[in-house]
């Protein structure tokens, strides 16, 4: 039972570099969700996919973009890193787009940006 | 707008004592869903529990049991005779049309 699952778990970019964070369920939920985690912040949104072929902006969607790949895949890229953007990731999935379901999640990506 | 609280940053409890987590949120909603997660120290993030705002009734599983109050727009969470495994953080979360909002999360430590 896979789940969630993300890679990769752990990268070190430079600042500028570009990045892609891969998040694949297997679960046929309808939609997904990208979130950050930061010390004392709680989990942000930052872009979610409330079914195939629909992105919708989070709380914190400045220097991500999202790409809905098909129902099992939502890639999270960052086109320039910046170190304000070191964080930890994670990827989300749930049956429909209703938020009366629960989130399932992936482990996280930690990302470090120097 | 929609907000979730948990005013306890970081909590320390010996083992065996019984701690309650506090989460008070605000919705502009008449119908709404709540929800408990944990992260254990190893990262990942669990369910715990989802409560719609029709059903007030407390919920008990275990040693875990929650306490919904549509007055006070509360739904806290108790853990009865704490173990060390309950050590993490958890979080309270509430729907927001087709997304859920997050609280910043309560630290929990229980010391053997």
């Known amino acids: 039972n896979a789940g969630v699952t993300q890679t990769p778990k752990f990268q070190v970019l430079k600042t500028g570099q570009s990045m892609t964070l891969q998040c694949a369920q297997d679960m046929n939920h309808n939609s997904m969700y990208w979130y950050r985690q930061d010390p004392g912040m709680g989990l942000r949104l930052i872009y979610y996919?409330?079914?195939?072929?629909?992105?919708d902006k989070g709380e914190v969607p400045n220097g991500y973009n999202v790409s809905r790949l098909n129902k099992r895949e939502f890639s999270l890229r960052l086109e320039s890193a910046a170190p304000s953007q070191t964080s930890v990731y994670f990827c989300?999935?749930?049956?429909?787009?209703?938020?009366?379901?629960?989130?399932?999640f992936g482990d996280g990506t930690r990302l470090s940006i120097l | 707008a929609q907000k979730v609280t948990q005013a306890q940053t970081e909590i320390s409890v010996v083992e065996k004592e019984d701690v309650t987590l506090d989460c008070v949120y605000e919705t502009r909603d008449t119908t709404y869903y709540l929800f408990w997660y944990k992260q254990p120290p190893s990262g990942e993030l669990v369910f715990l529990i989802r409560?719609?705002?029709?059903?007030?009734q407390n919920e008990i599983s275990g040693r875990y049991s929650w306490n919904f109050q549509k007055s006070t727009s509360s739904f806290n969470f108790t853990i009865t005779a704490s173990q060390v495994v309950d050590s993490a953080v958890y979080f309270c979360a509430l729907s927001d049309n087709d997304k859920i909002i997050f609280g910043k999360g309560t630290r929990l430590h229980i010391l053997p």
């Open positions: 989300a999935s749930s049956e429909s787009g209703n938020s009366n379901q629960p989130q399932h």
């Open positions: 409560r719609n705002s029709f059903d007030e």
């Open positions: 996919s409330a079914s195939e072929g629909t992105t």
